[in-house]
């Protein structure tokens, strides 16, 4: 395995773990009866802001996971994996890592930097690739 696909099999599990430190408080404040329901209505109470946080962290790292598994895949199908490559995958799981308690902890502006360092090595994956 190279080791931009292990930062995504990292990347992942991160993912997953992110959705049980949402899920966990989340269908306590919410309730088992909403989260289990169709939830075709809006829930009677609403999420506190830690909890809130943890969904958005949440949420943005699938987009941000969407254009990193683009740029694994780019590099590795193309057999282009370099030391280069593989210091970009890492950094942005660093990145993505931090990035959950600085969202959490409300952090600004430096979740937002944070953000940037992940996106860039992303970006920076997939033009090495390039070139």
Known sequence: ???ELTALALAILLQAAQ???FAIPAN???GARYTTSPRDEPPDGS???PTARMQRAFQNHFEALILF???VTLVTVSDQSTWFTALCAFAYLAARIVYVPAYVLGWAPGRSIIWAAGFLATI??????LL
């Open 28 to 30: 306590f404040e919410l």
């Open 124 to 129: 920076l994956m997939t033009l090495a690739a």
């Open 1 to 3: 395995m190279t080791p």
């Open 69 to 71: 598994t683009a740029a």
């Open 47 to 49: 999420l506190s802001t």
């Open 19 to 21: 959705l049980a430190i």
